[in-house]
């Protein structure tokens, strides 16, 4: 997947915004996992910036 780093955090914003929805049909071990990675993403690009 090639997304930028913006594309990234911002598909993550919106993520997390669905899980906190009360009501939301797609919360779920799927939606936590995807989060996760998403973050995990975030970081490992954060730490290969600084190399």
Known sequence: MLLSRDQ???ILA???K?????L???KGPLLKKTI???EQA?????I????
């Open 8 to 10: 990234k955090e911002l």
């Open 42 to 46: 975030l970081r490992n690009e954060a």
């Open 36 to 38: 996760a990675d998403f």
């Open 24 to 26: 939301s049909g797609h």
């Open 18 to 22: 669905e899980n906190k929805r009360v």
């Open 48 to 51: 290969n910036e600084k190399r």
């Open 14 to 16: 919106v993520l997390k």
